[in-house]
T-cell receptor, first 114, second 114 residues
C-alpha cells in the first residue's frame, strides 16, 4: 500500500515569504506527526495530531509556525514570514493509533529560505 | 529534558566487518527505543524497536540491545555490506504524557566500502 507522501519534495522561497507544506498520511492512520531535521542533526519534534486536533504542539518553535489537519487525514504545515534559519527538511510521520505505535515516515520536504 | 547522543558521528568499514553503533540517553524513564535508517533524500525506515522491558531485539543481521538503567543502547550489524551504507538514528520515546513524540540522536553516518 501507499506510504506517507509529502509535497513538494523541494521548496525554495525568499526570506519573509509564506509557505505551506503538505503531508498525506497512510490511509486509516489516526495520528500524524511533524518533525524538522536541520543539516547534520536528528529530527526534532514539532507537533502531533490525534484525529483533527493537535494533541501536543510543544515543539513548534514560535508563532510563525502553524499546522492543521481539518478532516483528520491530510495535514498542512504553514510557516509565515520565513527566515533563513527555517531552512531544513520537514518530515511527516503517521501511526495507526498514536501513543507508542510505530511511526512511519515520509520522504520529507526540503525547505530552503534564501 | 531528554538528550540523545550517538557515537561515532561517522564510521567507515570494509565489507564483511561486524560493527557496533552506540546510543546514549539522559532520562532512563523511556517507554521504548527505536533504531532507524535514513538514506539520502529519503525518509526514515524503522529497523528495530525495543520496549523498555526488553533487553534486545534481532532482525536478520541486526541486533539491538537496551540497558535502560545506564541509558545506553547499541546496534550491532553483522557481516556488513555496501548496501548498509546510510545514516543510522536512534530515538527514544519517554514514558510520560502521551508517550507519542520521539527524541532523536544526531545519527551515525556509516559507509561500508568494497
Amino acid at each position: 500500500g501507499a506510504g506517507v507522501s509529502q509535497t513538494p519534495s523541494n521548496k525554495v522561497t525568499e526570506k519573509g515569504k509564506y509557505v505551506e507544506l503538505r503531508c498525506d498520511p497512510i490511509s486509516g492512520h489516526t495520528a500524524l506527526y511533524w518533525y524538522r531535521q536541520s543539516l547534520g542533526q536528528g529530527p526534532e519534534f514539532l507537533i502531533y495530531f490525534q484525529g483533527t486536533g493537535a494533541a501536543d504542539d510543544s515543539g513548534l518553535p514560535n508563532d510563525r509556525f502553524f499546522a492543521v489537519r481539518p478532516e483528520g487525514s491530510v495535514s498542512t504545515l504553514k510557516i509565515q514570514r520565513t527566515e533563513r534559519g527555517d531552512s531544513a527538511v520537514y518530515l511527516c510521520a503517521s501511526s495507526l493509533l498514536g501513543g507508542a505505535d510505530t511511526q512511519y515516515f515520509g520522504p520529507g520536504t526540503r525547505l530552503t529560505v534564501l | 529534558k531528554q538528550e540523545v547522543t550517538q557515537i561515532p558521528a561517522a564510521l567507515s568499514v570494509p565489507e564483511g566487518e561486524n560493527l557496533v553503533l552506540n546510543c546514549s540517553f539522559t532520562d532512563s524513564a523511556i517507554y521504548n527505543l527505536q533504531w532507524f535508517r535514513q538514506d539520502p533524500g529519503k525518509g526514515l525506515t524503522s529497523l528495530l524497536l525495543i520496549q523498555s522491558s526488553q533487553r534486545e531485539q534481532t532482525s536478520g543481521r541486526l541486533n539491538a540491545s537496551l540497558d535502560k538503567s545506564s541509558g545506553r543502547s547499541t546496534l550491532y550489524i553483522a557481516a556488513s555490506q555496501p548496501g548498509d551504507s546510510a545514516t543510522y538514528l536512534c530515538a527514544v520515546r519517554l514514558n510520560t504524557g502521551t508517550a507519542s513524540k520521539l527524541t532523536f540522536g544526531t545519527g551515525t553516518r556509516l559507509q561500508v566500502t568494497l
